[in-house]
């Protein structure tokens, strides 16, 4: 609400006095706030509108306007007294009784500006209309100007929309990626947007348009999105891998931005490995060369930087379990033998054991064979084995020799006959383990000893009948107690007494009685001569 105050001086003259009214004409004035903008272009022509509402059949409508022209009109009739000529006319509004204010060849620098209008009510009403010229968009360009424009994935990047800044009026802006309105990004200024870099969006088009609705198509600045990313690794899965074969893994990774990728490898326990390339090779593998290995691809950014993606992968070398070494066995016959079979783990660690000879297999890292027997002797095998998880099996096997022991066993053989002058070997065959020492005896007499035999001899060069006798074999090899066994020889030899002549002094009545040994096989005749 404003209040008026207005001074009229009217002044009566008498003879020399002159008398002098001051009237106070006060008028309170009500002043409407929904002023509005109104844009025309050079040369036009434009209508104002003065929406206040009056009932009155003698209406006068005020305007006022740059520079401070008044016009005003009542009941149709226009106030001649302006200095804008026959540009100004007035149309009553017959919606609100008021006169709308009509300026024909608008002039820039003197049409545009603040107009007002006033209703002659009580109070007196009065709306303000702001006039303004069109000015079309003409330019608009984008901050940053780079196209392409990169942008790194996940970072933000802020990009302005400038438009020509005496565009009236004030332009709307819209921005777009490829035919997608994104404009509800900018939240409150739309002359800027905050772009988040998405590899989905690289190549895309970044548009800004830019309008003021001046019946003219909207103006538009594009770039395309060069959204840089890293490349990423496929998943590499666990290798298992037998030891001393070859290992070639691969790394691939899916497409990226710049393409151009490097690849290495690392092992992650051991700083010094390092090897360039996409694919890990490790040629005759061993157990040692198990762990964790990580392929790396790599692409420089335009601003230097790189993108990296890293995936790591497990060697896991498989490898047999590893027997200990086994020394020969040697037990006596009939005792118990058990034998344990050591191994150092492999690669899986679970183990398991079997021993095997010719004919003869026994689960088990223990070798069991109660009362042995001579004919257990041999080499027997224990193998131990793991199941990889490839499905073949890890093996390693260790020989060992058992050694029964037993005491001598001399063969026995009949009577061995010679004829007088001849040669004889009297031989006999020993079964022992160890092999046997063996001495020939002639009752105490001691003729021969051999050392670890399994046969003894006994050579008597140019037999006489005196050789004639039992020999004895005695064998031994530590293991229980010494054996014998007679040997009898016989030398076939004609009859030889001991005395050749007995002379015997006899009577006739003396009977004679003498004796004389005869040696002689077979036995001989005796004739008394």
């Given at each position: 609400?404003?209040?008026?105050?207005?001074?009229?001086?009217?002044?009566?003259?008498?003879?020399?006095?002159?008398?002098?009214?001051?009237?106070?004409?006060?008028?309170?004035?009500?002043?409407?706030?929904?002023?509005?903008?109104?844009?025309?272009?050079?040369?036009?022509?434009?209508?104002?509108?003065?929406?206040?509402?009056?009932?009155?059949?003698?209406?006068?409508?005020?305007?006022?306007?740059?520079?401070?022209?008044?016009?005003?009109?009542?009941?149709?009739?226009?106030?001649?007294?302006?200095?804008?000529?026959?540009?100004?006319?007035?149309?009553?509004?017959?919606?609100?009784?008021?006169?709308?204010?009509?300026?024909?060849?608008?002039?820039?620098?003197?049409?545009?500006?603040?107009?007002?209008?006033?209703?002659?009510?009580?109070?007196?009403?009065?709306?303000?209309?702001?006039?303004?010229?069109?000015?079309?968009?003409?330019?608009?360009?984008?901050?940053?100007?780079?196209?392409?424009?990169?942008?790194?994935?996940?970072?933000?990047?802020?990009?302005?929309?400038?438009?020509?800044?005496?565009?009236?009026?004030?332009?709307?802006?819209?921005?777009?990626?490829?035919?997608?309105?994104?404009?509800?990004?900018?939240?409150?200024?739309?002359?800027?947007?905050?772009?988040?870099?998405?590899?989905?969006?690289?190549?895309?088009?970044?548009?800004?348009?830019?309008t003021n609705n001046n019946n003219k198509p909207p103006k538009t600045a594009n770039t395309t999105?060069?959204?840089?990313?890293?490349?990423?690794?496929?998943?590499?899965?666990?290798?298992?891998?037998?030891?001393?074969?070859?290992?070639?893994?691969?790394?691939?990774?899916?497409?990226?931005?710049?393409?151009?990728?490097?690849?290495?490898?690392?092992?992650?326990?051991?700083?010094?490995?390092?090897?360039?390339?996409?694919?890990?090779?490790?040629?005759?593998?061993?157990?040692?060369?198990?762990?964790?290995?990580?392929?790396?691809?790599?692409?420089?950014?335009?601003?230097?930087?790189?993108?990296?993606?890293?995936?790591?992968?497990?060697?896991?070398?498989?490898?047999?379990?590893?027997?200990?070494?086994?020394?020969?066995?040697?037990?006596?016959?009939?005792?118990?033998?058990?034998?344990?079979?050591?191994?150092?783990?492999?690669?899986?660690?679970?183990?398991?054991?079997?021993?095997?000879?010719?004919?003869?297999?026994?689960?088990?890292?223990?070798?069991?064979?109660?009362?042995?027997?001579?004919?257990?002797?041999?080499?027997?095998?224990?193998?131990?084995?793991?199941?990889?998880?490839?499905?073949?099996?890890?093996?390693?096997?260790?020989?060992?020799?058992?050694?029964?022991?037993?005491?001598?066993?001399?063969?026995?053989?009949?009577?061995?006959?010679?004829?007088?002058?001849?040669?004889?070997?009297?031989?006999?065959?020993?079964?022992?383990?160890?092999?046997?020492?063996?001495?020939?005896?002639?009752?105490?007499?001691?003729?021969?000893?051999?050392?670890?035999?399994?046969?003894?001899?006994?050579?008597?060069?140019?037999?006489?009948?005196?050789?004639?006798?039992?020999?004895?074999?005695?064998?031994?090899?530590?293991?229980?107690?010494?054996?014998?066994?007679?040997?009898?020889?016989?030398?076939?030899?004609?009859?030889?007494?001991?005395?050749?002549?007995?002379?015997?002094?006899?009577?006739?009545?003396?009977?004679?009685?003498?004796?004389?040994?005869?040696?002689?096989?077979?036995?001989?005749?005796?004739?008394?001569?």
């Amino acid at each position: 609400m404003e209040c008026r105050i207005m001074l009229h001086f009217n002044t009566i003259r008498y003879n020399k006095y002159c008398l002098i009214w001051l009237v106070f004409i006060v008028s309170i004035k009500e002043v409407y706030n929904q002023n509005r903008t109104v844009y025309g272009y050079e040369r036009d022509t434009v209508i104002l509108i003065c929406p206040l509402s009056t009932s009155a059949e003698s209406v006068i409508t005020t305007w006022t306007g740059p520079p401070e022209n008044v016009v005003y009109f009542y009941n149709d009739i226009k106030n001649p007294s302006i200095d804008r000529g026959e540009r100004l006319f007035g149309i009553r509004n017959t919606a609100s009784g008021a006169y709308n204010l009509g300026i024909t060849n608008l002039t820039i620098g003197v049409d545009d500006g603040m107009f007002s209008c006033e209703v002659n009510t009580n109070p007196i009403q009065q709306y303000f209309v702001n006039f303004k010229f069109y000015v079309d968009i003409h330019n608009v360009t984008l901050i940053p100007s780079a196209n392409p424009l990169t942008i790194q994935e996940d970072t933000q990047l802020e990009v302005r929309c400038v438009v020509n800044s005496n565009a009236a009026p004030a332009p709307t802006i819209t921005w777009y990626l490829e035919s997608a309105n994104i404009t509800s990004i900018a939240v409150t200024n739309t002359t800027f947007i905050t772009l988040t870099g998405n590899r989905t969006n690289n190549n895309k088009t970044l548009q800004c348009r830019a309008t003021n609705n001046n019946n003219k198509p909207p103006k538009t600045a594009n770039t395309t999105l060069n959204v840089e990313y890293p490349p990423t690794i496929k998943t590499l899965s666990q290798q298992d891998i037998v030891e001393g074969r070859a290992l070639f893994v691969t790394c691939q990774a899916t497409p990226r931005n710049p393409n151009s990728t490097t690849f290495y490898w690392i092992k992650v326990d051991n700083p010094g490995f390092r090897q360039n390339g996409l694919s890990l090779q490790v040629p005759n593998i061993q157990r040692t060369s198990s762990g964790t290995y990580r392929c790396t691809a790599e692409n420089i950014y335009i601003n230097g930087e790189k993108g990296q993606d890293s995936q790591t992968m497990v060697v896991n070398v498989l490898y047999p379990p590893t027997l200990i070494t086994m020394s020969r066995r040697n037990i006596i016959e009939g005792r118990d033998l058990s034998v344990y079979c050591t191994a150092t783990p492999g690669n899986p660690t679970s183990t398991t054991f079997y021993w095997t000879n010719p004919g003869f297999r026994q689960n088990g890292s223990t070798l069991q064979l109660p009362n042995i027997q001579r004919t257990s002797s041999g080499t027997y095998r224990c193998t131990t084995e793991n199941n990889y998880n490839n499905g073949e099996k890890g093996t390693d096997s260790q020989s060992m020799i058992v050694n029964v022991q037993y005491s001598p066993t001399i063969e026995n053989r009949s009577l061995q006959t010679v004829n007088e002058s001849e040669s004889v070997t009297l031989t006999r065959n020993i079964v022992s383990n160890p092999l046997s020492n063996a001495s020939w005896y002639i009752g105490t007499q001691l003729l021969k000893t051999e050392s670890s035999v399994q046969t003894t001899t006994l050579t008597i060069e140019n037999t006489k009948c005196t050789d004639t006798n039992n020999y004895t074999v005695v064998a031994s090899n530590g293991v229980g107690n010494n054996v014998t066994r007679l040997v009898e020889l016989i030398v076939n030899c004609k009859p030889m007494p001991d005395n050749t002549n007995i002379t015997i002094g006899v009577t006739c009545t003396t009977e004679i009685e003498f004796s004389t040994t005869i040696i002689a096989y077979p036995e001989p005749l005796y004739e008394l001569q």
